[in-house]
């Protein structure tokens, strides 16, 4: 359940940016390079790949792109989109410098597309958007996506990280839940940990049907289908346990990355500020929940302001990002 200002970022700047950086920085590093081997690239997109990969459920194929590691690491983290995730590129890259972690030592994997996909395997395509194949996200991510990166890269099958916001959040804790061999390391931001709580699974159904006309049936089922239990992180937490994880929602209270200057942006603000609300009483909810299971392999960050808004999501990645070397031994 991610704010539109997703999608706000114009693509054309990012581009022009990144000519500008290989056009200024790059031949710098080239001069510079001749006095010590080893040097760290300024720019990851010259260690970058985009590849199309098999995926099942009648998708055919699915985009992934790819940053590789400076120092040759096998260890990968995969970054998942929110629920209006593109199918141009992702999220994070339209909005955020999260390709730039590459630049210490781990590569960073973005699958594209995924809109209200919540990262799962879905019992059937969408009935009411005319959507002729059906989601196998989870299949994707934890069988094809790794083959293929091992096969093409060397990039390690086992204990990689994953770390997604909003919807892509919930979807990060499901996945190293019940892949506990594939990842060593889950970072959710703003995400939606207890989906069994009073209204939850109605504000699903409408916040899919807002984001591309999907149906939550055609996913998980009605809501009393126990594919809805499967996929909610508070169900699931006992699966967690040992597991290194990083929780952040914020407050909801605007911050230094709120700066609306229009009637929309002002819109925009008070939605975000919602869903961040809603965000942390599910965070809240879920740390009791580790608590009184005894886990205490999560580290739990609540600021005090930010709204449900990538500026700080992408704040997040980089505080987490000692933690997430550490537990994966990148």
């Known amino acids: 359940m991610t704010n539109s200002s997703e999608n706000g970022t114009r693509r054309g700047t990012r581009a022009l940016v990144r000519l500008l950086v290989a056009a200024i920085v790059v031949p710098l590093a080239l001069v510079f390079a001749g006095f010590g081997a080893g ?20 998708v055919g194929q699915i985009k992934v792109r790819i940053w590789h590691a400076n120092n040759g690491s096998n260890k990968a983290v995969y970054l998942l989109d929110g629920l209006r995730a593109t199918d141009d590129v992702s999220g994070w890259e339209h909005e955020t410098n999260a390709a730039w972690l590459a630049d210490n030592g781990i590569n960073v994997v973005m ?22 194949y059906t989601y196998k996200w989870e299949s994707f991510l934890t069988q094809n996506l790794p083959d293929h990166l091992a096969a093409a890269y060397g990039i390690s099958r086992s204990n990689n990280a994953v770390v997604g916001l909003s919807m892509g959040g919930n979807a ?15 970072g959710s931001l703003s995400g939606y940990l207890n989906l069994s709580a009073p209204g939850m699974r109605e504000a699903i159904r409408i916040a899919m049907l807002d984001a591309g006309g999907y ?53 925009n603000t008070a939605n975000a ?6 965000a942390l009483a599910q965070n809240r909810a879920f740390q009791v929940r580790l608590a009184t299971l005894g886990i205490d392999s999560a580290h739990f960050s609540f600021p005090a302001t930010g709204t449900h808004t990538w500026g700080y ?14 537990s994966i031994g990148a």
């Open 111 to 132: 699958p594209v597309g995924g809109q209200s996909s919540f990262y799962a395997d879905w019992y059937a395509p969408s009935n009411i958007n005319g959507q002729q």
């Open 39 to 58: 040097t760290a690239s300024a720019d990851p997109y010259t260690r970058f790949s985009e590849d199309w990969v098999a995926a099942p459920g009648g």
């Open 215 to 267: 149906n939550s049936d055609a996913m998980w089922g009605p809501p009393w289908d126990s594919a809805w239990l499967r996929h909610d992180p508070f169900v699931a937490a006992p699966n967690l346990r040992g597991l290194p994880m990083w929780i952040a929602a914020s407050s909801g209270l605007p911050g230094e990355h709120d700066r609306p200057n229009s009637a929309i942006g002002v819109f």
């Open 172 to 186: 990060a804790l499901i996945l190293a839940a019940y892949h506990r061999d594939q990842f060593g390391f889950a």
């Open 313 to 326: 999501w992408q704040d997040e990645l980089w505080e987490m990002l000692p933690m997430m070397k550490a």
């Open 273 to 278: 500020m919602g869903l961040e609300a809603l």
